[in-house]
Each structure stands twice: as structure tokens, then as C-alpha cells.
């Protein structure tokens, strides 16, 4: 199942000014820089990162101590990463900002670059398990109850046609990294390697 945004939080019209612009893009180099570290998943596996939902698609490790500590929007310490398989094995692509807690709402650096977004997903009854995302119209599943998750932004660390701070990967680029295309897999490292 797709993984979409159910809803922007903080959504502006206004356009960036040039400091928020310089921010925005301050903040990706320094991703960059902070988790090349956990190009290989079973490093950020030994750092305390694990699984966290479909094993198909983007595939999203987090850190439950560095989800619910006060640290926010820290470079070399995001709660989640998240990967792209590969037929070469698991890519990294990103990083993922998560606020600690429902209500709180996240830094923007960049303005209206730097957004943050929700989740709508259902929870089976028992056990606590994902059971999906809620419909449009939120909608669950029987046995299943509704729940917004905290606030969380991505910062994409690869050329993502939708640019570095969208809240999704581009479904066709994912595709293509699946596949394992030589010449994506290059554009899309850091680099160009």
C-alpha cells in the first residue's frame, strides 16, 4: 500500500525569502553529510535503526530512542532513513524528521520549503499493529482505529524529481531505482557515484 501525506501541516503561499532559500538548502547538505554513515543498512541497523512498516516500496527504519528524545530536525541524527531495494541491495535516499510528540509542531528553517506533514493510519486491535492508512475520508478497516501520527518531514538526499523536501519519493523514479537502472542508481547517489 502507497504511503501518501494525508494532509500539509503549516501550508503557505507566500514564497521563500533568499535566507529561508540558503536554510532550506544548508539543511539538506548537512542530511547528506549526517547519514552517509548508514549508506549500508546493517550500519544503521547497528545504531539502533530498525524496520518499520511494508517491506516493499520505501522502506523506513527508525530509531524508537531517537524518535521520542527532544533532539528535532538533527542532521546526523534523524529519527527514520529510508531506503530504496535494490537489485544491487537497499539505497539510501532520505532522511525522516519526526517531532516527538503528537501536537508539537516542527521547525521550518526554510519557510515554506521545509514542511511538515501527518499521517492518517490504522491500527489493528489486537495486537497493535499497522492495519493501512486510513481513506481520504478516514475510514479504517474493521478492528481498526484511526491515528495521526506526529509531525514528520523528509529530506531527500537523492535527486527526487519532486526536489529534496517533498513529503514523497517520485513513484515513477522509485520504480526505475528498483529496477535497478545504472544510470539512476549514479544520478541518484551523492556524488553522482
Known sequence: MASRPTRTIQPRRRPPTYDERVAATALVQA??????????????????????????GPLH???DVREHDDEVLEPTRPEGLVYVPTADGPLLVGALFIMPRL???????GGPITHWHTHNVCIGLPPLLLAGLATPVGACPPGSINV??????????????????????????????????????RAARPGGR
Open 31 to 56: 542530511t547528506k553529510q549526517g547519514i552517509a554513515r548508514y549508506s549500508d543498512v546493517a550500519a544503521a541497523e547497528q545504531a539502533g535503526y530498525h524496520l518499520n512498516g511494508p517491506q516493499f
Open 61 to 63: 527504519y527508525v530509531n
Open 103 to 109: 501536537g508539537l509542531a516542527g521547525p521550518t528553517p
Open 148 to 185: 495521526t501520527t506526529p509531525e514528520m518531514m523528509h529530506v531527500w538526499t537523492i535527486d527526487n524529481p519532486g526536489g529534496p523536501h517533498a513529503d514523497e519519493l517520485d513513484k515513477a523514479f522509485i520504480a526505475r531505482l528498483s529496477r535497478g537502472s545504472s544510470a539512476d542508481l
